[in-house]
């Protein structure tokens, strides 16, 4: 029976200014093998030794060394690994140099032979090369998707409240989290502005939330919008400020951002392309209401009224005084470039409402899940040309997150989320977001954007089988490496075994599981399972692994969510990530997938 392990926390190498540096935690490790076995104490009586099983190349692997190299040969020419490279991991392009590169930092990395020595694998180098993450990932890591259409045909990384640090309540508010944002590849910002006299603060209002200024956030939004990408921001406002402020904000907005600050001369019908609008910033909310007019219109009622000299020197001031606030208020509503707000009518009527201009609704989560019973084609419709921001309720206090494909399956393009907090809803919007490189943008499939007679219905259940994907997943390796020998079990090695998740249209949601291999750092399985998809472009292939535990909950050992339609063919390393989506740094599993 294994010991609880709520109390016996690993040190892994992602945890910071905690524990001893790298090599006394490597001295550590090394103390806790003898002889090539793990010691575990068994109730201070006595010791239990476990054998280190040595990792070696699954069946298939050799199969394949052998396949593509001569016969009876041990080693893979360049020549080889490039048709390889084309054959097996249809990975066309690959050039003579490709492979040559790969060779050169593999024997490196594993001999510490300078590259003019070698210019050829063994199977064991093989291997090493099939499990390098960098070399042989699961995904492309470049932009390729077509940047050049409407900002409307593209999910758009979202962020909710993005200055919170914590939860909805009571947390502090800070420019950290939204340097941490932009960092991880988010492209909306959202800011709350609250008045406080004569400044401008962000905080989620009406609640005991500590504020930031909103020129701290500028500021910060200006240093790290581009780190990650060099597509747009758009910074979405909650603007409850007086117009006097509001001619401050603008007034901040334009000195911050200066000529990255993007704004048209009209309003838009039609949004500019991600490609036109990079290193550009622009503002997204409501534009200040219309009360100018209604001033307007009473001052001049008030000049037919008989004023003495008195009264006109003063009205002669008051109307300074409105034209300076009209004029700064005129400059915010100018700077907006995506103009939002809540229809004059229902929800219903606003989506099938036709306008020249184009512009941004918001809805709650509720709000979406409601409407798509009974109007889920408008919404798909709405969104082909506007954009539909779609956020957390407002009983979220943890700030927790809803199940995103609700959105994405009707085309919301901002799907707003909780970027402070960690699970599995926040696991699928990492993995959505991987796509195209990780830039933040993910183009929208041809389903959700083509013409109105071939709409994508999203309550359609009887489509047809597009293509199945198959999935093997061979071993995993690392976690002896990232984790304290007893963080799993303090009497013996884990029994790691992996869930493996289909996420998409509900005809598409399936569940697998491998069988549990006990008492091993380095678990093979071996195990295939078929996944087939109906709307392939909108699934998300979400993998688990989990330690098997009988007297209490199944420990965790890492995760990783990857885009469907993104995964390339062949044998792929996949590196693991924590509960806060933190990439292990030597935690992966070698799997193969195939389409057919």
Not at 347 to 354: I, N, Y
Not at 526 to 545: C, G, K, N, Q, Y
Request: hydrophobic share 35%; net charge neutral.
């Amino acid at each position: 029976m294994k010991k609880s392990k709520k109390s016996q926390k690993g040190v892994t190498s992602n945890d910071k200014n905690k524990g001893m540096g790298k090599e006394k935690e490597r001295e550590k490790k090394s103390s806790s093998l003898e002889s090539g076995s793990y010691n575990y104490k068994m109730f201070s009586f006595f010791n239990r030794k476990f054998k280190i099983n040595e990792v070696e190349p699954p069946s298939d692997v050799n199969k394949a060394f052998s396949l593509f190299t001569d016969e009876g040969s041990t080693h893979m020419t360049a020549e080889q690994l490039r048709r390889f490279m084309s054959v097996h991991q249809c990975e066309v392009s690959t050039r003579l140099e490709d492979a040559q590169n790969i060779i050169e930092q593999v024997v490196n990395r594993r001999h510490h032979i300078t590259k003019f020595a070698r210019h050829t694998l063994n199977v064991e180098d093989f291997f090493h090369f099939l499990l390098s993450d960098d070399l042989n990932g699961p995904i492309r890591t470049q932009v390729h998707h077509d940047m050049s259409a409407p900002l409307s045909h593209y999910f758009i990384y979202t962020g909710h409240n993005s200055y919170l640090t914590g939860n909805q309540l009571s947390s502090d508010c800070s420019e950290v989290p939204i340097i941490k944002a932009l960092q991880n590849g988010v492209r909306v910002i959202e800011l709350d502005l609250w008045p406080s006299k004569d400044e401008i603060l962000v905080l989620h209002g009406r609640t005991l939330t500590t504020p930031v200024s909103f020129i701290q956030c500028l500021t910060s939004i200006k240093e790290y919008a581009f780190v990650s990408s060099p597509y747009p921001v758009i910074i979405t406002l909650e603007d409850h400020l007086t117009p006097e402020l509001q001619a401050k904000a603008a007034d901040m907005i334009t000195q911050t951002f200066e000529t990255m600050l993007y704004y048209p001369e009209s309003d838009l019908t039609e949004f500019p392309s991600p490609e036109s609008l990079k290193y550009r910033i622009m503002i997204s909310t409501k534009p200040p209401k219309e009360y100018l007019e209604v001033r307007s219109k009473d001052a001049s009622e008030d000049e037919s009224s008989p004023k003495d000299d008195s009264d006109a020197s003063e009205s002669d001031q008051e109307d300074e005084d409105f034209k300076s606030l009209q004029a700064g208020v005129s400059g915010y509503k100018r700077l907006i470039t995506i103009h939002a707000g809540k229809p004059k009518g229902s929800l219903k009527t606003a989506l099938k409402e036709v306008t020249d201009q184009v512009r941004r609704l918001s809805l709650s989560e509720h709000q979406l899940e409601k409407l798509a019973g009974s109007h889920g084609l408008d919404i798909v419709r709405f969104t082909q040309r506007n954009i539909l921001r779609v956020y957390p309720k407002g009983t979220r206090f943890t700030s927790s997150n809803y199940k995103p494909t609700i959105g994405w399956m009707h085309g919301a393009q901002m799907v707003a989320f909780n970027m402070q907090g960690y699970g599995k809803s926040l696991w699928l919007m990492h993995g959505m977001f991987r796509a195209n490189g990780g830039c933040g943008y993910v183009i929208k499939p041809d389903i959700l954007t083509r013409s109105a007679d071939e709409l994508f219905d999203p309550k359609a259940t009887l489509l047809p089988v597009q293509k199945t994907l198959k999935v093997k997943i061979y071993m995993g390796d690392g976690w002896r490496l990232d984790f304290k020998h007893t963080h799993f079990d303090a009497y013996s090695p884990p029994d790691f075994y992996t869930k493996i998740f289909i996420v998409g249209v509900p005809a598409d949601e399936a569940k697998k599981k491998t069988k549990i291999i006990e008492d091993d750092w380095c678990p093979v399985w071996d195990e295939e399972f078929s996944f087939p998809l109906t709307v392939p472009e909108l699934a998300l292939l979400r993998i688990e692994v989990r330690e098997y535990d009988i007297s209490e909950k199944d420990d965790f050992g890492g995760q990783t969510c990857l885009p469907v339609p993104e995964l390339r063919t062949g044998f792929r390393s996949v590196p693991l990530h924590d509960k806060k989506g933190v990439k292990h740094k030597n935690v992966r599993l070698l799997m193969r997938f195939e389409f057919v």
